[in-house]
């Protein structure tokens, strides 16, 4: 199991890799806390990448609107 994240003022974001020894398909489960609540999710390897995909994406968006030219 890989733990990725980092604790912050507002909030801990944290991502576990459930690993391919684990019973059944591996699992990527998300977990992120903040002032507004919890939230949890356990997502299948192909939806983990397609939050990715959309992350990158919006990451891209948000370079663009700040540096126009410079995202992709």
């Known amino acids: 199991m890989l733990r990725v994240g980092e604790s912050r003022a507002s ?3 944290v ?3 459930i690993s391919a020894e684990a019973p059944g398909t591996p699992l ?3 977990h992120a ?3 507004a609540g ?3 999710a ?4 192909p939806q983990a ?3 990715a995909d ?4 919006l990451l891209a968006q948000a370079v663009d609107q700040v540096d126009p030219g410079r995202g992709r």
Do not use: I, K, P, S
């Not at 959309?54 to 994406?57: A, E, H, K, T, V």
């Open 42 to 45: 356990e997502l299948f390897l």
């Open 33 to 35: 806390t903040c002032r």
């Open 11 to 13: 909030g801990l974001v």
């Open 54 to 57: 959309q992350l990158r994406d």
């Open 38 to 40: 919890n939230a949890w």
């Open 28 to 30: 990527v489960g998300v």
């Open 49 to 51: 990448a397609e939050l």
């Open 15 to 17: 991502t576990y890799l």
